[in-house]
């Protein structure tokens, strides 16, 4: 195996000169200010002086913590915190990094911020492993997305591919009355009628060809539609439909699965 080309196994201190890591609770030292901590991880890095501190600096305007420099980790927020750690994760240029859960704890707009870095960075070249249990921050962040189920990769692909996979797209119609939403299940015998009797759920592949077809289908039968909305699976849906044989009350999996233990 390589990384940043290099092989693991001959030249590891190459691996580790190319990857970064910053994990789930922040690395940074609270008795040091935010530029200490930068200067702590350029001198550890080996870089000049004069490299070093241009280095620091760019890394706190980049990440605007510039006008929080000279203040003690130990005062910044977390969102500020999560961004000095992995300011202090690219201080040594790294083309690999692993992000463990970045944006836990993290409050709204904090975690708006890190996305953006994130996608940032990955614009720029560099490659990212990030694991999460946010679902709809994998669906924005990643291209490639890797479902884990007791330490094992249950499905990967695109998010698009995987939400594909398990299907479930349909369209929600909504009649004014029950005689308009009877015609409808007639026209429709493949609906499924929803909790309410005016409510029909279609399935769809959401192509517009399709839709298109379908709303042409009710005007000539001239059945009105009150309201129309589309449904797609999320993410949620591919992790619950592809681990639902570890979901107590789930049916799915190979029994024979049930019964192997979780590797540790």
Partial sequence: MHVGGHDVRTDPDGVRAVIGVTGQFSAVD????????????????????????????????????????????????????????????????????????????LDPPSRLVMWEIIGQLAASGVTILLTTQYLDEADRLADQIAVLDQGRIAAQGTPAELKARIGGGHVQLRFADLDQAASARTLLPHAQVDDDDLVLRVPADHRVDSLRRLLYDLHEAHIAVEDLSMHTPDLDDVFLAVTAHHVPGQ??????????????
């Fill in 30 to 105: 609270n008795l040091l200010t935010g530029e200490e901590n930068l200067r702590l991880m350029a001198d550890l890095r080996h870089l000049p002086r004069p490299a070093g501190q241009r280095r620091v600096a760019e890394l706190l305007e980049r990440f605007e913590l510039a006008d929080a420099a000279s203040r003690l980790a130990s005062t910044y927020s977390g969102g500020m915190r999560r961004r000095l750690d992995l300011a202090m994760t690219l201080v040594g240029e790294p083309k690999v990094i692993f992000l463990d859960e970045p944006t836990t704890g």
């Fill in 251 to 264: 049916a799915g999996g190979d029994p024979a699965d049930q019964k192997e233990p979780a590797p540790s």
